[in-house]
């Protein structure tokens, strides 16, 4: 090769190099440019994205503690696709919706300015089933022990919503399993798919969605919101409606019977129930600490979620007895029942006496005790202190001569540690009527009252109660902790003071309390890495501070952090 052409051959190759070189450098400047625009996208529709979780966070918190809120907790629905296009509803969320739900984020409803991504494009919005009503004013069950059902990139349960920066339209399948599609947008309408926004999801129960995926084949930007998110304003209103709307239903079950000549300053509160969110909720006598007792007598009506267990064969009557209160014959022995079991019509006692002719005036007695479980006394049924105490009573000679008892006088004694039902009536012996008989005895029986008629299941049980029935329907009474003074229990002093009083340190003041309720928030991470699980009778796997759990009349009140998220509401103090 000559000179000349070797010259030629090293002039192209070293335009090449410088070729190469200018678009290696145009090449990495537009990247560079890119990688800069897309990194402001994604700080923007951060920003975006972050304000409308925190509005929407701050909308559930604040509609729970609304009286007039009926799913305290419940999330709103998505904008409806019909009202796209029609600027007077956008931004408004549906009523109902089925869920999971996939629509526009109601930016109206939640407060705030209409959000757009980076790309100019309204923000959508994802809601798990459990989390929104499927149907105009129908109930939800949230607690804190409802878990959110939408998967999230593969995870199960991982969320109870998503808020999404749908980006610019892409024509590519975004992962795998996902079908490709050629997203086309046009106006706001009635009309718009919504997977020309999303790139992949199945909205099959409980709804799969994904946040990530290759840049080239996925473009979406969002924000999960978990129950750690929503839970700890929705348990704070919560706490504040138990001492709104439920704590005056439990300081006032029983003052709301004259007769029973209780006073604000001298209450009685009802036996605990065990410690078993599984259980049927009976109150045990003297028992002051567990759970409030939440057992009816009969089921709820009109169908509503959350109603507590039933046990109609709750037995409140107690003792049965008689006792001779005048006459000229003095009985050798009564020996009383109530029959049949478990829900008596009949107080039936056996009496012996002499044979020896006069008269004897018997009274049989058997009490009641409401205090196991939240009922009211049938003021119909007993007619204040006195009246009536059977529909009939009956007195039938088993040897020797006796008669008389019916009709027999009635009375109610009620006081602090029950109803006492009573029936005086004499009875007449004759000896004539069997000169050989050693004594004389007969049965007397008298109609009671069913405890259905005597005891009705109180409102704070009812679940279509309009004060108190979310209570009941989202069954927050599985994570009431409830503690009373024994000095207000049935048959105490109804009256406590210094240590026979509950406190709770870090609350002013931290003394005198009578009741007391501690909410249990959700699982924590120290107590899910320990094996809790609920419903359970372990105590630690809802109230964290063990002093709280140590069964003595001290408590202590910690502000929620991410080690305890126990709320303390004071049912009545002195």
């Known amino acids: 090769m000559n000179a000349r052409r070797e010259r030629g051959v090293a002039l192209i190759a070293f335009m090449a190099i410088i070729v190469l070189s200018l678009s290696w450098m145009l090449v990495s400047r537009l990247n560079a440019a890119s990688a800069t625009v897309t990194a402001k996208n994604r700080e923007h529709n951060a920003a975006v994205l972050g304000v409308a979780k925190q509005a929407l966070i701050g909308y559930v918190a604040s509609q729970a503690t609304l009286r007039s809120e009926n799913n305290p907790g419940a999330l709103p629905c998505p904008e409806p696709i019909s009202s796209a296009g029609t600027a007077a509803l956008e931004g408004i969320a549906a009523a109902s919706c089925t869920t999971p739900a996939v629509g526009r984020l109601p930016w109206r409803t939640l407060g705030i300015e209409a959000p757009l991504d980076a790309n100019n494009e309204p923000l959508w919005y994802v ?219 009949t107080l039936s006692c056996d009496v012996t006496a002499p044979n020896t002719s006069g008269t004897l005036t018997l009274k049989p007695q058997a009490t009641i005790n409401p205090f196991r479980a939240l009922r009211t006394v049938s003021t119909a049924t007993t007619q204040g202190a006195t009246g009536t105490a059977g529909a009939s009573a009956a007195l039938v000679p088993v040897s020797g001569g006796a008669s008389g008892f019916n009709p027999c006088t009635g009375a109610w004694t009620i006081d602090s540690s029950g109803a006492t039902l009573s029936c005086e009536g004499a009875v007449t012996l004759d000896a004539t009527v ?67 009083c509950l406190s709770v340190t870090n609350l002013s003041p931290a003394t005198e309390r009578r009741a007391l309720l501690i909410l249990a928030g959700r699982l924590l991470p120290a107590q899910v890495a320990a094996g809790g699980l609920r419903p359970s009778t372990n105590l630690a796997y809802y109230l964290e501070n063990s002093a709280n759990r140590d069964h003595d009349n001290t408590y202590v009140s910690a502000p929620a952090n991410a080690t305890t998220n126990d709320r303390f509401v004071i049912v009545d103090s002195n």
């Open 127 to 345: 809601v798990s089933p459990g989390w929104a009503p499927a149907t105009p004013g129908a109930f939800l069950t949230i607690n804190s022990n409802t878990a959110g059902q939408l998967t999230v990139d593969g995870s199960a349960n991982a969320a109870v919503a998503l808020i999404v920066a749908p980006g610019a339209a892409m024509n590519v399948a975004a992962a795998a399993g996902c079908t490709a599609r050629q997203q086309a947008r046009s106006a706001p309408s009635a009309a718009m798919n919504p997977l020309d926004y999303l790139e992949c999801y199945s909205l099959g129960s409980p709804g799969s969605f994904v946040t990530r995926g290759a840049s080239a084949s996925f473009n979406d930007q969002a924000v999960v919101l978990t129950t750690a998110d929503v839970l700890p304003g929705l348990e704070a209103a919560v706490a504040d409606r138990l001492a709104r709307e439920v704590a005056p239903a439990l300081r006032s079950m029983y003052g709301a019977i004259p007769a029973w000549n209780l006073t604000s300053l001298h209450p009685v509160f009802p036996f605990a129930a065990s410690f078993d969110p599984s259980s049927v909720y009976e109150g045990a006598i003297g028992n002051r600490e567990g759970l409030v007792p939440m057992s009816r007598s009969s089921a709820c009506a009109g169908g509503y979620p959350g109603c507590p267990p039933i046990n109609a064969a709750l037995t409140v009557w107690g003792s049965a007895s008689a006792s001779q209160t005048g006459g000229t014959v003095t009985m050798t022995s009564a020996t009383c029942s109530l029959v049949p079991a478990g829900d008596p019509t």
């Open 434 to 500: 069997c000169p050989a008989c050693p004594n004389i005895s007969f049965t007397v029986s008298v109609t009671i009252p069913s405890q259905g008629a005597l005891l009705a299941d109180h409102p704070l049980t009812d679940p279509s109660d309009a004060t108190t029935g979310w209570f009941v329907r989202n069954q927050w009474y599985q994570l009431a902790y409830y503690a009373v003074s024994a000095s207000h229990l049935a048959g105490g002093p109804l009256a406590c003071s210094g240590l026979a």
